[in-house]
Each structure stands twice: as structure tokens, then as C-alpha cells.
T-cell receptor, first 113, second 114 residues
Framework: SQTIHQWPATLVQPVGSPLSLECTVE??????LYWYRQAAGRGLQLLFY??????ISSEVPQNLSASRPQDRQFILSSKKLLLSDSGFYLC????????????FGPGTRLTVL | GDSVTQMEGPVTLSEEAFLTINCTYT??????LFWYVQYPGEGLQLLLK?????DKGSNKGFEATYRKETTSFHLEKGSVQVSDSAVYFC?????????????FGTGTRLLVSP
């Protein structure tokens, strides 16, 4: 069966510090991968998606970047965090089928102080 | 672009009450529709889905029917439990870019009291 992992589960970082969040998927090959952010009391905003190794598409301009160094690894990064980067970050995977659902990881709670 | 509109929350109910959470959508083409649930501090879990008009998705006592004529996908449950307290997200699949993306509503918080 497929599983998706995210770490760390929680993170508190000062403004201006770097960020690296990791997501890995097991039990499937060549998944589509997604990073979402959920701000407090709000819905989900798609940040990045990837259809393959090294292929990243950004949905919104921002202070963050993403990379996919391996088929089942997706990394969200920042060189200098802003207060507005605080939120709950969710990684998800899906398959290249027109109506298939996405499967979400447990999330990382990021607080920037 | 495609969009999903959900009713504002929180929805507060007593145990065993009937639940309806409204969801309407705007889309070009024929999207698939989903309901996801998020329990406190956790990621999202797929609750149910429907892939074409008049399909009924169901799971754990929840159900929703894909109504193309009213562009709706309302979530219902006949008798809620305290353990159903969570945030519920309606979503549609968007294939306009040739790549499947999910468009989410803002979520509706459900609070069930004993």
C-alpha cells in the first residue's frame, strides 16, 4: 500500500532563517506531487506541483521554492522565512489519471516568529 | 477559472442530528467532485467522491450526489457523532491545464456536542 511521510511535524523558526520541509512517498512510482499551504482558518492554497524528477511548476509567486531530486521525494525550501510563511504545509500525491484523487500527508505546522 | 463555494461555518449540532453542508461549484467541462475531511492537527483524508453527473458518493454514513443541473455536491449524514467533529472540504478536479489539480473550497468546521 502507498504511504506518504512528511517531516518535521512541527517547526518554529525565526524570521530570516532558511527552511527545508521534506515529503516522501512509498508504494507507488512516478506520482504527481503537490505542496499546499493552509493558513489559519483558511482553505488550501496550491503552491507547487511536479509531474516528474526535476519538473516543478509554481502556482503563486512567493518566498518559497520546491525541488524533486528523486521520483518520490519532494522538498519545500526557503532561503529567508517571512512571518507570512507561517501555516500548515501539506504534501500530497496523485496518479496521472484524469479523475483520480490526491492523497495527503500528515502535514507540517510551521510557525515563524 | 474553476471555483468551489462552501457554506460558512462553524456548523454546530447535537449528537444524532441531521447534517447538511452545502457545496456549489463553477467549472468548465465535467469535473470530478470530492469531499475531504481534516481532523484536528492532521492532514486531509478523502471522504467520498463522484466522477460524473448523478453519481452518489458514500462513506462512513456520509453521502453526496453530483448534481450537474444545480452544480452542487452537498454533503449529508443522517445522524452525526461527536467523532465527526472536523473540517470538511469540498473540492473539484480541474483538468483545464491538461494536468489534474484540485480546487478546494474554504472548508466548513463541524462541531458535534454530546
Amino acid at each position: 500500500s502507498q504511504t506518504i511521510h512528511q517531516w518535521p511535524a512541527t517547526l518554529v523558526q525565526p524570521v530570516g532563517s532558511p527552511l527545508s520541509l521534506e515529503c516522501t512517498v512509498e508504494g507507488t512510482s512516478n506520482p504527481n506531487l503537490y505542496w499546499y499551504r493552509q493558513a489559519a482558518g483558511r482553505g488550501l492554497q496550491l503552491l507547487f506541483y511536479s509531474v516528474g524528477i526535476g519538473q516543478i511548476s509554481s502556482e503563486v509567486p512567493q518566498n518559497l521554492s520546491a525541488s524533486r531530486p528523486q521520483d518520490r521525494q519532494f522538498i519545500l525550501s526557503s532561503k529567508k522565512l517571512l512571518l507570512s510563511d507561517s501555516g500548515f504545509y501539506l504534501c500530497a500525491w496523485g496518479l496521472e489519471i484524469s479523475y483520480n484523487e490526491q492523497f495527503f500527508g500528515p502535514g507540517t505546522r510551521l510557525t515563524v516568529l | 477559472g474553476d471555483s468551489v463555494t462552501q457554506m460558512e461555518g462553524p456548523v454546530t449540532l447535537s449528537e444524532e442530528a441531521f447534517l447538511t453542508i452545502n457545496c456549489t461549484y463553477t467549472a468548465t467541462g465535467y469535473p470530478s467532485l470530492f469531499w475531504y475531511v481534516q481532523y484536528p492537527g492532521e492532514g486531509l483524508q478523502l471522504l467520498l467522491k463522484a466522477t460524473k453527473a448523478d453519481d452518489k458518493g458514500s462513506n462512513k454514513g456520509f453521502e453526496a450526489t453530483y448534481r450537474k443541473e444545480t452544480t452542487s455536491f452537498h454533503l449529508e449524514k443522517g445522524s452525526v457523532q461527536v467523532s465527526d467533529s472536523a473540517v470538511y472540504f469540498c473540492a473539484l478536479s480541474d483538468m483545464n491545464t491538461g494536468f489534474q489539480k484540485l480546487v478546494f473550497g474554504t472548508g466548513t468546521r463541524l462541531l458535534v456536542s454530546p
